[in-house]
């Protein structure tokens, strides 16, 4: 298959991230239920091994992210060839004109299904058969509402937008711009947190073994006899 292009670091990246997973539960395992002293689940030669395949994984996914090539334009088309972004039109009915759920689901379902019997693609789709399908709806399931559609034919075809989407998305840890700039923010501090935290250890380490050296060298016998 000459056309093919297999995605090969993906798949290995992939296969050693499911090593590294199945070595964490080794380790968990070997933890449980010990008695307390026990070096079980603290062998250095396979603690060792788990971190090298853990960098190994780490340095393939950074492989694979470098290797990532984003086109926004032919992104948006293909989400735009098909209903992707229809589920917001319910939840846009639910949130703004506060209709149930259940019903605003329904229109929602509705329409999608009218377009895909009329191969009409959501950026095509005629406002009149929102209004016509919306009215049938309400009448049938939700009489006591108003058979009008309170969704003007702007915000219908916003809601169908996914970039209007993600940028209505106006929750904590959302897909938005901002959010996504105080999580990658918030990361950067644990990461220079974390890395302050391995140096502080690590020369507390040192420290330690350098005065467990001098220790033992005050109790070892002297080379001229004497303690």
Not at 42 to 49: E, G, L, M
Not at 211 to 227: N, T, V
Request: hydrophobic content about 35%; glycine content about 4%; overall charge positive.
């Amino acid at each position: 298959m000459p056309q093919k292009r297999n995605p090969g670091l993906m798949i290995r990246t992939r296969t050693n991230a499911s090593r590294v997973i199945s070595d964490a539960q080794q380790a968990v395992w070997l933890a449980h239920n010990i008695i307390p002293g026990m070096s079980d689940a603290r062998n250095v030669q396979d603690s060792s091994r788990r971190v090298k395949e853990t960098m190994t994984m780490l340095g393939q996914f950074r492989q694979v992210i470098a290797a990532l090539k984003i086109n926004p334009e032919r992104a948006l088309e293909e989400l735009n060839l098909d209903w992707t972004a229809s589920q917001e039109v319910a939840d846009v009915f639910m949130r703004d004109y506060k209709l149930p759920f259940r019903v605003g689901h329904h229109i929602a379902s509705e329409i999608v299904s009218y377009a895909k019997a009329n191969g009409i693609k959501p950026c095509n789709f005629p406002y009149s058969e929102v209004k016509r399908i919306y009215e049938e709806v309400i009448k049938k399931e939700y009489p006591q509402g108003s058979p009008v559609c309170p969704m003007s034919e702007t915000q219908f075809k916003d809601t169908l937008n996914p970039v209007k989407i993600i940028q209505n998305r106006k929750t904590t840890g959302g897909p938005q711009l901002t959010e996504l700039d105080k999580s990658l923010a918030n990361m950067e501090k644990s990461i220079s947190s974390q890395i302050e935290w391995a140096k502080d250890n690590a020369a507390a380490i040192s420290n330690a073994l350098q005065r467990l050296d001098g220790d033992f060298q005050k109790i070892l016998p002297r080379g001229d006899g004497k303690k």
